[in-house]
């Protein structure tokens, strides 16, 4: 897999966008970008991916740069309930699995 | 459908123990992992099967783990004999392609 950097934390005001940035400068051509979050306590839920193209669903949207070394998911309208461990993850296309990484711990605060 | 189901949800047992985990997978999912969680090593895949055939389980941590899918439907984690270091979160998941599915997982205490 791809290595991902994410940053630690991340605070955000309810109601404001949350921008969650991903560094995957050793990405390759035909590796796709996939986001997760963690809320406590449950599994991990799919949020979106993406190859090349920005890509926008009823959870989010995923803007990923010309050259694809790094992307960031957007929550427009962030509630407390999105309070969660985001993953950013690039799983070789070569195999099924998802390797995790520490994420970033987004709090929304009222 | 009711997503991946679990069981049990919690599961406290001592030292030396069997300990079984159940999974139930979305129906129509062709591929399925087990996930276990702690604090100091988050979220790490321990196997994964696809079309009920283990295909990468060099995340088992020892032959005291061992995980069988015998049909499409069902899947288990066996821990044997367990010890206090297996406490933590197990998650199944499943999937068709690389979105994968997780369970509400098992919270397996080991005393």
């Known amino acids: 897999d791809a290595k991902t950097t994410q940053p630690t934390s991340m605070d955000c005001a309810e109601g404001r966008a949350a921008n969650l940035p991903c560094n995957h400068s050793?990405?390759?051509?035909?590796?796709?970008v996939y986001w997760y979050r963690q809320i406590h306590s449950q599994g991990p839920q799919y949020i979106i991916h993406?190859?090349?193209n920005n890509e926008t669903n009823e959870m989010a949207s995923l803007i990923i740069t010309e050259d694809r070394k790094s992307s960031t998911l957007i929550l427009p309208h962030a509630t407390l309930r999105d309070t969660a461990v985001y993953y950013c993850?690039?799983?070789?296309?070569?195999?099924?699995?998802?390797?995790f990484g520490t994420g970033t711990r987004l709090q929304v605060f009222p | 459908d009711a997503g991946v189901i679990q069981s049990p949800r919690h599961e406290v047992t001592e030292m030396g123990q069997e300990v079984t985990l159940r999974c139930k997978p979305i129906s129509g999912h062709n591929s399925l992992f087990w996930y276990r969680q702690t604090m100091m090593r988050g979220l790490e895949l321990l196997i994964y099967?696809?079309?009920?055939?283990?295909?990468?389980d060099s995340g088992m941590p020892e032959d005291r783990f061992s995980a069988k899918m015998p049909n499409a439907s069902f899947s288990t984690l066996k821990i044997q004999p367990s010890e206090p270091r297996d406490s933590a979160v197990y998650f199944c998941?499943?999937?068709?392609?690389?979105?994968?599915?997780f369970g509400p997982g098992t919270r397996l205490t080991v005393t």
């Open positions: 050793t990405i390759s051509g035909n590796e796709y």
């Open positions: 099967f696809n079309n009920n055939v283990p295909i990468d």
């Open positions: 993406g190859l090349k």
């Open positions: 993850i690039v799983p070789s296309p070569r195999a099924d699995k998802l390797i």
């Open positions: 998941a499943s999937s068709h392609g690389n979105e994968q599915y």
